[in-house]
């Protein structure tokens, strides 16, 4: 079969034998998968993954149990143990034995075929179309959050980023009852939240020749109120401090950024200003799916390029293009 691997040096398509099925695994054909920021990351040397990249997805069950055959399935993406005190305690997310698709000792979905545990699929409800689907992944996690931090209406949130996640998050937020404020650097994306009700604060990079154009990928810097929730999802190591310094005294700042790089921060301004740091990535799929099934949040318009897998390097590359919104490679 094809697939996308990463061989620490080098994305491209090779050929691979497909996955088989073992004790309490199925395999998916898939229809759909995604790219995302962390999948750019891993070629940047995060996690340290070597295989086949991409772990957002959605396909047809073709080996397995016979109930799961034929149906159109997501998966989510935490291999656990299903054994130990933390999976015991529900938190199989962070079953320290765990392999993560796409990400940790796991082969993932930019593939014609992947290997998921029975445990992990959810059958997706004829009203999502494939498209929509490949966003379970990234919208549960959008949606975590509200698992985490107590989100009450009113809440003034400052949403950092408006790549894939941000924009997603930003919704999640609102619907949730949140004044949001998205702030970022792409007035094309921010008009994708303004056109349903969503305050945005457009703040361009510098010119050439201007005073912070070094900086490159320096993200935005908040010049209004400081909120009592702010979400870091820039996708840079950058991002943290901008984020800290809008925090409110005895904020929230929760951290959405899986980054190859290191962040420089000065931890007395947390310790001072009492803020509290969440860390917070995968989430459960029923809420991302329920939102999907009832349209309270549009991922349609995040979809800016489609390609099919044997052109799966080019995905790579346009998802990484700044600007960029989510590529989907098809089969």
């Known amino acids: 079969m094809r697939a996308l691997v990463w061989d620490g040096t080098t994305a491209r398509v090779v050929d691979r034998a497909p996955p088989s099925t073992t004790a309490g695994m199925a395999v998916v054909e898939v229809r759909c998968a995604g790219i995302c920021n962390t999948d750019l990351e891993i070629t940047k040397g995060y996690a340290g993954f070597r295989g086949t990249l991409g772990h957002e997805f959605v396909g047809d069950v073709v080996e397995g149990p016979p109930v799961w055959l034929g149906r159109r399935v997501v998966g989510e993406i935490n291999f656990a143990c299903g054994g130990c005190s933390t999976c015991v305690r529900g938190l199989g997310r962070h079953c320290p ?9 796991a082969d993932g979905a930019l593939a014609e075929r992947v290997a998921v545990p029975v445990a992990n699929l959810h059958a997706v409800d004829d009203r999502v179309g494939d498209e929509e689907a490949v966003f379970v992944e990234p919208l549960a996690a959008a949606y975590e959050i509200l698992e985490q931090v107590r989100v009450v209406p009113r809440t ?66 908040w010049t209004g109120e400081p909120a009592e929730l702010v979400v870091e999802a820039t996708g840079t190591a950058e991002g943290f401090a901008a984020a800290v310094r809008a925090t409110r005294p005895r904020g929230t700042l929760v951290l959405k950024s899986t980054v190859a790089g290191l962040s420089s921060v000065h931890l007395a301004e947390l310790v001072v200003q009492e803020i509290t740091v969440v860390g917070s990535r995968c989430g459960l799929f029923e809420p991302a799916l329920r939102a999907l099934e009832t349209r309270s949040v549009d991922v349609r318009p995040l979809v800016s390029a489609r390609v099919p897998l044997e052109r799966a390097e080019e995905a790579l590359r346009l998802a990484a293009a700044p600007g960029a919104l989510k590529v989907l490679v098809t089969r």
């Open 97 to 105: 034995a765990r392999t993560v698709m796409g990400i940790v000792g």
């Open 156 to 221: 003034a949130a400052l949403v950092f980023g408006d790549g894939k996640l941000g924009l997603l998050v930003a919704q999640v937020l609102h619907q949730a009852g949140a004044r949001v404020v998205a702030v970022g650097r792409h007035e094309e994306k921010l008009a994708l939240l303004r056109a349903q009700g969503i305050a945005t604060e457009h703040i361009p990079r510098a010119a050439p020749g201007q005073a912070g154009a070094e900086a490159g990928p320096a993200q935005p810097a």
